[in-house]
């Protein structure tokens, strides 16, 4: 017999309910099931949490989420925190145009920069992807589609430096993006897919320079004359691992367009990463980073834990 879904019970719950319907691809939800049981995760709960904020004007913290995994549960915290006042701020971005490419590390960033100054050599932040193409290979509409997904994301020609020790975002205007080859053609057939896995795992290894970059390397394989895998590492100060997926959708509408001649229509970004990182840093208002310090004071206070 299928499960009686109890349905949403207030004007709250309805923006909760509909947020994770579209996020889980769900058409019908309960309030009292669990997000992270119905295939949501940490990316997913981000993106929920996101949505709630700007669609209910009301500021939660991620881990809301988790301790309040469903819709009903959600929804007290999001009406609680909306008696007490806890409004969001204004969600508009600040134009990043008028800080001339150099804008303020965000929150996520910092704590990944921070980290690789301690270990610059690691690649615990290594993002690896790819992407098949199968058929004859248009390689000029493949560079386009690159040099246009580069253009298109600020993100993606960013790197990161160390200015009077602060982490500072520097957006570069040069798009293009070198697409360097390796054949395995002449390499036997039987083992070409486990030598292009190899190559995946070592430029997952290799590291970045998050001063210099490009903080996007790509690697094209080819394996036979109609069958080429485009490799992606990425650091993940620059990007995540849900934008694997923007990022291989963006690339195959491009190339479709360019190799049948057509110049591709992709939505218009409504903000860049850098709007968001400048609207985050005007967030830390000395009233909220006051607090912020209390709250770590009182949790951090007390005997130091044994060695």
């Known amino acids: 017999a299928t499960e009686k879904l109890a349905p949403p019970q207030s004007a709250t719950e309805e923006r909760i309910a509909g947020i994770w319907r579209e996020l889980l691809s769900l058409p019908l939800l309960g309030r009292d099931q669990h997000f992270f049981e119905l295939g949501g995760h940490s990316l997913l709960a981000a993106q929920a949490i996101a949505r709630i904020r700007k669609e209910c004007r009301v500021e939660i913290p991620l881990r809301a989420i988790f301790e309040a995994p469903t819709i009903a549960l959600l929804a007290e915290r999001v009406d609680q925190a909306l008696r007490q006042g806890h409004v969001s701020a204004d969600t508009t971005p600040t134009p990043v145009d008028a800080y001339n490419g150099e804008v303020p590390a965000s ?17 615990a932040y290594n993002i690896t992807g790819a992407i098949r193409f199968t058929g004859a290979l248009d390689q000029q509409a493949l560079q386009r589609s690159v040099d246009r997904l580069v253009e298109r994301h600020e993100s993606l020609r960013t790197t990161v430096r160390n200015v009077n020790g ?18 395995l053609t002449t390499s036997p ?28 390397r790509l690697l094209l394989l080819g394996l036979h004359e109609d069958d080429h895998v485009l490799l992606l590492a990425m650091h993940h100060i ?60 009182n949790q951090l206070a007390g005997d130091e834990p044994a060695a």
């Open 166 to 183: 602060q982490p500072i975002q520097v957006i570069s205007s040069i798009a293009r993006l070198a697409l360097a080859e390796i054949d």
């Open 107 to 123: 929150d996520s960033q910092s704590r990944i920069w921070y980290m690789d100054q301690f270990a610059p050599e690691s690649s």
């Open 189 to 216: 057939e039987e083992t070409r897919v486990e030598e292009a896995k190899r190559i995946l795992r070592e430029e997952g290894m290799r590291p970045f320079d998050l001063s210099i970059g490009p903080l996007l």
């Open 238 to 297: 620059i990007s995540d691992q849900w934008s694997l997926n923007v990022i291989a959708r963006e690339v195959s509408s491009l190339y479709n367009g360019f190799h049948n001649g057509a110049l591709p229509v992709l939505e218009p970004l409504a903000a860049q990463y850098g709007d968001f990182a400048l609207w985050q840093n005007h967030q830390v208002t000395p009233d909220r980073l006051k607090a912020g310090l209390s709250y770590w004071r």
